[in-house]
C-alpha cells in the first residue's frame, strides 16, 4: 500500500506563495497525483490533478495561480500556490491513484491571512 506524507504548510499572507509537497513511500507507476481540500465547514474539495505522463487538470478556483506537479523518479508530487486567498485557508490533502483516488495522506494546514 502506498503512503504518502505532505510537507510545507504554513501561514501566509493574501497575495504571498507557498509550497507544499507530497512524497509516496511506495512507487506509483502510473498513478494520478492530486491535491484535494478541507476548509472549515466545507466539504472537501478537488483543487488539481496531474497524470502519470503529466497532463494537469485544475479547479477554477485555482487556474491560473496554483500550478502542480510531479517528479516520478523521486515519487513526489507539487503543489506551488500564488497569489493566495483567505478562501484558500485549508487543510490540504494529497491523494494518488489509478482509476480512483485510493491513497491519501494526512493532510497539511494551510493558512492565509487577509
Known amino acids: 500500500q502506498v503512503q504518502l506524507v505532505e510537507s510545507g504548510g504554513g501561514l501566509v499572507q493574501a497575495g504571498g506563495s507557498l509550497s507544499v509537497s507530497c512524497t509516496a513511500s511506495?512507487?506509483?507507476?502510473?498513478?494520478?497525483m492530486g491535491w484535494f481540500r478541507q476548509a472549515p465547514g466545507k466539504e472537501r474539495e478537488f483543487v488539481a490533478q496531474?497524470?502519470?505522463?503529466?497532463?494537469?487538470t485544475y479547479a477554477d478556483s485555482v487556474k491560473g495561480r496554483f500550478t502542480i506537479s510531479r517528479d516520478n523518479a523521486k515519487n513526489a508530487c507539487y503543489l506551488q500556490m500564488n497569489s493566495l486567498k483567505p478562501e484558500d485557508t485549508a487543510v490540504y490533502y494529497c491523494?494518488?491513484?489509478?482509476?480512483?483516488?485510493?491513497?491519501w495522506g494526512q493532510g497539511t494546514q494551510v493558512t492565509v491571512s487577509s
Open positions: 491523494a494518488v491513484g489509478r482509476s480512483t483516488y485510493d491513497y
Open positions: 511506495g512507487r506509483t507507476t502510473s498513478y494520478a
Open positions: 496531474i497524470s502519470w505522463t503529466g497532463d494537469t
